[in-house]
């Protein structure tokens, strides 16, 4: 099975700081193939039998164990990735050119619809906010650094671990995924 992972707040400030390519090389060591790194913020595309949460698993612990450090880890499959980039409910927009403007927020689990709905409070114009599964659409016209609609705060409304990416980045992991 294809797989990519995101790993939550590495090479941030200096902190949790992990090369790429000691992290390739920890991934190969636990038995992971046709590993590619992608970007400073711990993007990893790779190969494995194991199911999502047996990844997840194996990811968290040899970073523990190498690192000294928790690291929160999403994984999707490859061809999820591809649903992900289909199903983006912002079809109007120019997406090479919004590329940094639109989020996905990746969710640990889905989120109790009471979360939901209490989120959406928070969800003003001109901003967009769109919960597909396990991951949010997040469309932010005056940039992401400007969004009260940010990780942390997706993670403390939803009750749920998360990790976002720009649009940009999700599109270039699905390519390089598909190579």
Same mark, same amino acid.
């Given at each position: #099975? /294809?797989?990519?992972?995101?790993? /939550?707040?590495?090479?941030? !400030?200096?902190? +949790? @700081?992990?090369? #790429? ?25 790779? *190969? !494995?039998?194991?199911?999502? %949460? ?22 999707? &499959?490859? +061809?999820?990735? %591809?649903?992900?980039? @289909? ?5 109007? =927009? *120019? =997406?090479?050119? %919004?590329?940094?403007?639109? #989020? ?7 989120? !109790? ?6 989120? #959406? ?9 769109? =919960?597909?599964? /396990? ?18 705060? =997706? &993670? @403390? +409304? ?6 976002? /990416? ?5 599109? @270039? ?7």
């Amino acid at each position: #099975m /294809r797989y990519i992972s995101l790993l /939550r707040g590495i090479n941030v !400030s200096g902190q +949790k @700081k992990i090369i #790429m390519k000691d992290l390739k090389a920890l991934y190969e060591n636990i038995g992971f193939t046709n590993v590619v790194t992608y970007i400073q913020s711990g993007n990893v595309i790779f *190969d !494995s039998d194991g199911s999502e %949460e047996d990844v997840i698993a194996k990811i968290q612990s040899a970073i523990t164990k190498q690192y000294g450090f928790n690291v929160p880890v999403q994984v999707r &499959e490859v +061809k999820h990735f %591809e649903s992900i980039i @289909k199903a983006c409910p912002f079809p109007e =927009l *120019d =997406l090479v050119a %919004e590329g940094t403007r639109v #989020m996905v927020t990746f969710l640990a689990d889905i989120p !109790s619809k009471d979360n939901v709905v209490k989120l #959406m409070a928070y969800v003003k114009e001109p901003e967009r906010l769109v =919960l597909v599964g /396990r991951e949010v659409y997040l469309h932010c016209p005056n940039g992401y650094g400007t969004t009260k609609l940010n990780n942390n705060f =997706l &993670e @403390k +409304k939803l009750g749920v671990g998360a990790t976002t /990416r720009n649009w940009k980045s999700v599109v @270039k992991l699905w390519a390089l995924a598909n190579l």
